[in-house]
């Protein structure tokens, strides 16, 4: 993995925490960084290149008026004032290579001074076994601050630690081996087929969770249930959850229609454009 930055520009290890997104069902993650970048304001420093990841281009996503610039896949921001770092991904990774952009991602980060690594991602809502709304939260989390998943200040937000995530289950176990060992280019499963207990651990974020884990990082994974179809306020619901694990304050004075948070330019025709009223 490169790192380019833009002229003039530097990554800064004084921003110690990275976020950035999984991609999964709903594209959830990747929805709330953009209201993450919008709203903190947090400039383009430069991007990552990966062999792994699928190639796109596209316009600038942020803006009120995008001035022609590229967007790409692997885009990395900076908001200094919040000692924040964030990764947006635009675009899927090649199928059987998730680890290894994992590892990569990993040593990027612990090379650059990150010491916390916040990964924000979905669920397929028909896998919730228990649903509780009791504290209309929806959010979930999974932390490598202790053995078994759990971080106090999760708990103390209400949020639930993902109850089928065991360290012993035979998929995170394979998935921690590979986290471990650099060498390993292929990622072949050591068991014929996978079944429904290793759903969770087959996901990106989970390989994402192990690879930081590896290098000695701390890790929060912040994920809600949903299904396919509008998601916005699912990204809002996590963007909050950020705002609650690392302090932000977003500005509420500059939020547009969605409140507190900052709506990119772009989601406005995130179905496509209006139609063209004159055919009526």
Request: aromatic share 10%; hydrophobic share 35%; glycine share 8%.
């Amino acid at each position: 993995m490169e790192f380019y930055t833009e002229d003039g520009k530097n990554l800064s290890s004084d921003n110690s925490t990275l976020v950035l997104p999984a991609l999964s069902i709903g594209n959830v993650g990747q929805l709330a960084v953009d209201l993450l970048v919008a709203s903190l304001k947090a400039k383009r420093i430069g991007y990552l290149d990966d062999p792994n990841v699928v190639p796109c281009v596209g316009n600038d996503a942020y803006w009120p008026s995008p001035p022609g610039e590229l967007a790409l896949p692997l885009e990395v921001y900076e908001s200094s004032p919040d000692a924040l770092a964030l990764v947006q991904q635009r675009s899927p990774i090649v199928k059987g290579m998730m680890v290894e952009f994992a590892r990569n991602l990993a040593n990027f980060a612990a090379a650059n001074g990150k010491k916390h690594v916040v990964v924000l991602s979905s669920l397929e809502f028909g896998r919730w076994q228990s649903i509780d709304m009791s504290s209309g939260s929806q959010i979930h989390y999974l932390s490598s601050s202790k053995s078994d998943g759990t971080d106090d200040h999760c708990e103390k937000q209400g949020w639930k630690r993902l109850p089928e995530y065991n360290p012993t289950q035979r998929m995170w176990k394979h998935l921690d081996d590979l986290a471990k060992n650099a060498a390993s280019e292929v990622e072949e499963l050591p068991f014929e087929e996978l079944g429904d207990e290793d759903y969770y651990a087959s996901l990106p974020y989970a390989a994402l969770f192990s690879c930081f884990k590896a290098k000695g990082l701390k890790v929060t994974c912040l994920l809600c249930y949903c299904s396919e179809g509008d998601n916005i306020p699912d990204a809002f619901h996590l963007a909050d959850a950020v705002s609650k694990t690392l302090g932000l304050r977003p500005n509420s004075s500059q939020g547009n229609e969605g409140g507190s948070w900052t709506v990119p330019l772009s989601w406005k025709s995130v179905y496509g454009p209006p139609p063209d009223m004159s055919l009526f």
